[in-house]
């Protein structure tokens, strides 16, 4: 399982988009990037993955280099209710996912 | 969406009392999960369950248990609480992996052992 960098905090403007990075390097080419969010007190919730290609859903967009060495999390319009830790997750197929320290994310208003 | 219930948000346990933590998912996943969740440790899993009455150990099993006779509930037994397991408890479902993980997560049980 390939070890995550992520910054330990970040902050954007209500409405504006808020894009999180995440370092990969060590990843391997059958492991996949995910991302969580775990907002105060909730357990965490799946947020999107990706292989090689972009992706978009209707939380986020994740943005993966064509090296696969890191990728970005793009939430376009963020609201003060995306406030959270985001977790960046480079894993093969397996049982269990770790969890890093992830990125607290605050949403100024 | 699916729906993983836990069915205690704050629990208070004396040390060496036995304490059930329950979980429920409704849809019907053969794969659940327990983690605990410390400040700086990260989620770190306890116990796993492929199916109904099927376990595996997880990182840190020692001092719990765990029971599923049931595919839609998932158990966690601590059998003598002690003051190292207070801790952000978090259960866990999927359906049997395709490639991806995709876990739901229930709410928590924050347990704090006196």
């Known amino acids: 399982d390939a070890k995550t960098t992520q910054p330990p905090s970040m902050d954007c403007a209500e409405g504006r988009a808020a894009n999180l990075p995440c370092n990969h390097s060590?990843?391997?080419?059958?492991?996949?990037v995910y991302w969580y969010r775990q907002i105060h007190s909730q357990g965490p919730q799946y947020i999107i993955h990706?292989?090689?290609n972009n992706e978009t859903n209707e939380m986020a967009s994740l943005i993966i280099t064509e090296d696969r060495k890191s990728s970005t999390l793009i939430l376009p319009h963020a609201t003060l209710r995306d406030t959270a830790v985001y977790y960046c997750i480079a894993q093969g197929s397996s049982y269990k996912l770790i969890f890093g320290s992830g990125t607290r994310l605050l949403v100024r208003p | 969406d699916v729906k993983v219930t836990q069915s205690s948000r704050y629990l208070v346990k004396r040390t060496g009392e036995k304490v059930f933590l329950e979980c429920v998912q409704d849809?019907?996943?053969?794969?659940m999960f327990w983690y605990r969740q410390d400040p700086g440790l990260g989620l770190r899993l306890i116990y796993f369950s492929y199916d109904v009455k099927m376990k595996e150990k997880g990182d840190i099993p020692e001092g719990y248990s765990v029971s599923r006779e049931k595919k839609e509930r998932f158990s966690l037994i601590l059998e003598s609480a002690s003051t190292n397991q207070t801790s952000m408890y978090l259960c866990?479902?999927?359906?049997?992996?395709?490639?991806?993980?995709?876990?739901?997560f229930g709410s928590g049980t924050q347990l704090s052992v006196l």
């Open positions: 060590t990843i391997s080419g059958n492991e996949y």
């Open positions: 849809m019907d996943h053969e794969n």
């Open positions: 990706g292989l090689k």
């Open positions: 866990a479902s999927r359906s049997p992996p395709t490639g991806y993980e995709k876990l739901f």
